[in-house]
């Protein structure tokens, strides 16, 4: 029996290199990003032809080995960063995931994906507890924590993009249990039901059959339709992180019967418009989601908001509108491009649909102003402003669903809006 034939591996001089490059690896699968053992010999393979000599082209060989996807840019950015770049990087991985005390330090945030590639690289190591120095005329409290929050609504409230892996996986489960149910909309039409209403012409064909003599009368109430739910994400890169929670949560709204959307469609758009909708109707939202990166392919590139939202008016918004239509449109409204007017688009987007209800994830910060230009002009066109940083941010979209003439935020930016204007 012939032994396996294993592909050559030639080690690089420094035999050092390799198995750091091998640790990188699986610090990147634990972080999330699916690869192989192959793709690990690939990669020491291209460095030695390469050569470690220039960062920048030390970063590219392993980017080009070990990224598939476009969602694993800024995993991989961030990994880098912190084990081949940063010689402290243990450092900053514990200060991290270590609990700030306030009043001892300065909270930092972290940036995307910088939490989720600490946590890969400690390889599940606790951080130690900070201690605060103590003071002499410190005085002792008692603090009942029987009422603080618990672990889910600390969940709840956290920030999509400060989110770790583990707490990513949570998030995605809670957010496929949320409901967003619709009211139906009366229409004209009648059927011949138990209702309030008399029904004429049924009770007269009743009593043509029966010699003219009306035995009974006929009784019809209005027929009831659901409107379609239409979903505009932002998939540039500023975006990245909290599209892919919106999307996880359009999924479940799509895939869960009973809450009463005729159709939902889910379009993605940053530098082009993309229409994703059938991806969004398979049963697993692993490879719904994997379906839909693959087919947009300008995710976390620019943002076009202007261009995309004329394509979407041109070409889709007579076709998935109907009556009673309802938009999410889910961006942070920063356009780069000035060759559209973007205040147009959005008003021919608020005539055609019932409701145009934009989450924004800059709501997040509590200094927020509508300063820039693309947000000026898209404001005055929606009909409710809402926060979507976490996922208690979603769970409240129901009320700004049922409820047309809850605005959210919008009158208190447009003041802001207006009180700047004058100054």
Request: glycine share 8%; aromatic share 6%; charged share 25%.
């Amino acid at each position: 029996m012939k032994s396996p034939a294993y592909a050559p591996l030639a080690l690089p001089d420094d035999p050092k290199l390799a198995g750091n490059i091998t640790h990188f690896a699986r610090a990147l699968r634990k972080a999330g990003v699916k690869l192989g053992p192959g793709r690990v010999i690939d990669a020491i393979n291209a460095v030695q032809a390469v050569g470690f000599t220039e960062r920048a082209d030390f970063y590219w060989t392993l980017h080009a080995c070990f990224v598939s996807k476009p969602e694993d840019s800024a995993i991989f950015a961030q990994l880098f960063r912190l084990y081949w770049r940063d010689p402290q990087y243990m450092e900053q991985m514990m200060s991290l995931l270590t609990p700030m005390v306030h009043g001892v330090q300065e909270d930092r945030t972290a940036e995307a994906a910088e939490k989720r590639a600490a946590q890969a690289l400690l390889d599940g190591r606790e951080p130690p507890a900070p201690e605060a120095p103590a003071r002499e005329d410190e005085i002792e409290i008692d603090i009942d924590a029987s009422h603080t929050a618990s672990a889910e609504e600390r969940l709840r409230q956290l920030d999509f993009e400060q989110m770790s892996t583990a707490e990513m996986a949570a998030a995605t489960r809670m957010l496929a249990d949320l409901r967003l149910p619709v009211p139906p909309i009366l229409t004209r039409r009648r059927q011949a039901l138990p209702g309030p209403l008399a029904d004429w012409k049924q009770t007269m064909r009743r009593a043509a059959r029966q010699g003219g003599e009306i035995g009974k009368l006929a009784t019809a109430r209005k027929r009831i339709r659901y409107p379609n739910l239409v979903v505009l994400c932002d998939i540039s890169g500023s975006m990245s992180s909290y599209s892919r929670a919106v999307l996880h949560f359009v999924h479940a709204v799509a895939n869960r019967e009973g809450q009463g959307w005729a159709q939902v469609h889910a379009f993605t758009f940053g530098t082009r418009l993309t229409n994703i909708t059938r991806h969004m109707r398979r049963r697993d939202v692993d490879a719904a989601l994997a379906a839909a990166g693959a087919q947009a392919q300008d995710w976390e590139g620019g943002t076009r908001i202007g261009a995309c939202l004329h394509d979407f008016n041109r070409d889709w918004a007579r076709r998935v509108a109907g009556q009673g239509a309802v938009v999410l449109l889910i961006t942070d409204g920063l356009d780069r491009d000035a060759t559209h007017d973007l205040g147009r688009e959005m008003e021919r987007l608020q005539l055609t649909f019932s409701q145009v209800i934009w989450l924004n994830p800059l709501l997040r910060w509590d200094g927020f102003a509508p300063l820039a230009r693309g947000i000026a002009q898209m404001l005055p066109h929606c009909t409710s402003f809402r926060a979507a940083h976490n996922v208690a941010s979603l769970a409240g979209l129901a009320e700004a669903v049922t409820r047309p003439d809850d605005g959210g935020e919008k009158r208190r930016m447009l003041a802001a809006l207006q009180g700047g204007s004058r100054t």
